[in-house]
């Protein structure tokens, strides 16, 4: 039977490729997201994927969302957290609660997701975990305090899981995009987006093919000997 794989934020931008991807590698896709209902639906209706709307970021809402999905269609063995915000602004100018969105969001959902499916996945002795990092966790980046924290932090978190899933069979990556073109980096005001994309050595921004090409390969069942590691994918911007 297929491997069942939820795509955190699965519905739009690199994740609606990274699930569609997963699908075109003959897994059971599962694609969550947080409140566009329209995109989730027309996105489902096109890929005959099931959608789930939950909050990442609420402990509550992931584990009630797992065991539906548990129940509806199967225990989950390959996850890949993508789901994440920014909510940018100087230090000065950051409240605190913008910092608790992001680092909620980004990386508390880690937390959510993969607490709730290893168990599975280690009494399996099988389990593939994505977490989609940034560019801006390893190299920082102006006003993004909570999100260069919070992709940071994903790194750290990879790699301490990945110790704790490899001799049960689960590998534990992370990728770290480059620039994309998705809605996140559409919001980039015009001309700071011309100095990003001249500052990338392929000369162009990413596509979500990209990134979801890394994560098919990280989730093939016989890649097993890869774990704990970062994925860079960034066109050469930052070479970590
Ligand atoms: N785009 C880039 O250049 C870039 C670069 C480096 C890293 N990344 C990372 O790559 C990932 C995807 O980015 P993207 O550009 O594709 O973002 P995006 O186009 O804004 O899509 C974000 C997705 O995450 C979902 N989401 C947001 N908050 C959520 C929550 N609390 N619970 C559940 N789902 C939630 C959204 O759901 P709705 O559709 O309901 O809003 C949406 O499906 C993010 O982790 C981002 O930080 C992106």
Same mark, same amino acid.
Do not use: H, W
């Given at each position: 039977m =297929? *491997? !069942? =794989?939820?795509?955190?934020? %699965? /519905? &739009?931008?690199?994740g609606e490729e990274i699930s569609r991807a997963?699908? &075109?590698? %003959? *897994?059971?896709? !599962?694609?969550?997201?947080?409140?566009?209902?329209? =995109?989730?639906?027309a996105f489902s209706k096109e890929t005959g994927i099931r959608v789930y709307k939950f909050d990442a970021a609420n402990f509550e809402e992931c584990s009630a969302a797992v065991t539906k999905i548990t129940a509806e269609v199967g225990?989950?063995?390959?996850? @890949?957290?993508?789901?994440?915000? /920014?909510?940018?602004?100087t230090l000065q100018k950051m409240s605190r609660d913008m910092w608790d969105a992001v680092i909620d969001t980004n990386l508390g959902s880690c937390y959510n997701l993969c607490k709730l499916t290893f168990e599975h996945m280690r009494n399996s002795k099988f389990g *593939?975990?994505?977490?989609?990092?940034?560019i801006n966790g390893q190299a920082g980046q102006y006003g993004q305090v909570n999100y260069a924290a919070a992709k940071s932090g994903i790194h750290g978190f990879t790699k301490a899981l990945a110790l704790e899933g490899a001799r049960f069979g689960i590998t534990v990556n992370a990728i770290?995009?480059?620039? !994309?073109? /998705?809605?996140? @980096? &559409?919001?980039?005001?015009?001309?700071?987006?011309?100095?990003?994309? =001249? *500052?990338?050595?392929v000369g162009r921004l990413g596509k979500p093919g990209d990134i979801s090409r890394g994560v098919?390969?990280?989730?093939?069942?016989?890649?097993?000997?890869?774990?704990?590691? /970062?994925l860079s994918i960034n066109g050469g911007q930052h070479m970590y």
């Open positions: =297929a *491997r !069942v =794989a939820l795509v955190t934020g %699965g /519905t &739009r931008g690199i997963l699908q &075109r590698a %003959g *897994r059971t896709v !599962v694609a969550t997201y947080a409140s566009n209902d329209k =995109a989730a639906e225990p989950i063995e390959i996850l @890949v957290n993508n789901a994440g915000i /920014t909510r940018d602004g *593939r975990i994505v977490n989609i990092g940034s770290a995009p480059g620039y !994309v073109d /998705t809605e996140m @980096v &559409r919001a980039v005001p015009p001309d700071v987006l011309v100095k990003i994309v =001249a *500052r990338i050595p098919v390969f990280l989730t093939d069942d016989d890649c097993d000997f890869v774990t704990g590691s /970062t």
